[in-house]
């Protein structure tokens, strides 16, 4: 069984929480207003992690490919 993706509700706002297999708490959002956003933006988030890599962003060969991605600054 995989992790979670929760909605909660606290008063009149919503937020989601993520949870590991244990049932922990991992993540928390920030409050939505209304509980179709809550879960368009837990479902974006489920969507961009399920095939996410981990990347090394610490090691010097990254912090230099990233750096040279930067888009050039063109002067008018």
Known sequence: MAGKIEIRRSG???RFVVLNRSGEKLLQSGQFD???STKRAASSLARA????????????AAAAAKSSTRRAVTKR
């Open 34 to 36: 209304d509980k179709s």
């Open 12 to 14: 009149e706002k919503f």
């Open 49 to 60: 992690v399920s095939g996410a890599e981990i990347v090394d962003a610490t090691k010097p």
